[in-house]
């Protein structure tokens, strides 16, 4: 995974500041999670050589802040009792600083809730989008608002799914 990120010099000339994979990554076990870019608050500076992916890795973006980030999902092992997935997700979200977003896990073990409105593509794979009471089925360039609903993917297919994602800080109504 190659990352070009442009900034500007000392004579305020545009410049490629990181040219290479992501800073730091998080979950290959069970799928990945990527950063690539993060602002901190809204307006945000666009001076300096700080790689604003080089943080701990957590879920939901800082107080007026932004995430930009690939993401995989695995293939769910088949014959995994719902208990093991249920302590391998709550171990993922802990990792994440996520515990709290996991509100009701009570139909997917990764359900979740976030602070945020994502916007989201899913560039391979075949996958459901669960919700607490939908399901819809995704296919690669299929695009999802995630507007802070609890919700969770599941990998239909064979091959890990990837998607990247841009996820905003809000304030959710419900």
Known sequence: MRRIITGHNADGKSVVM????PARSIGEDVGGL???WNTESTPFTTKGFE???DIDI?????KGGTKFRYFQINPTP???PVEILNEMAADAFDKIKASHCRVDVSKHPAMHKTDSIDYIILLKGDVTLILDEDEIDLKPFDTVVQRGTNHAWRNNGNEPALFIAILIDSEIDA
């Open 51 to 53: 790689d604003k992916a």
């Open 78 to 80: 088949e014959g995994v």
């Open 34 to 36: 990527y950063e690539i």
């Open 58 to 62: 957590e879920l939901e973006p800082s």
């Open 18 to 21: 990181h040219d290479g994979p």
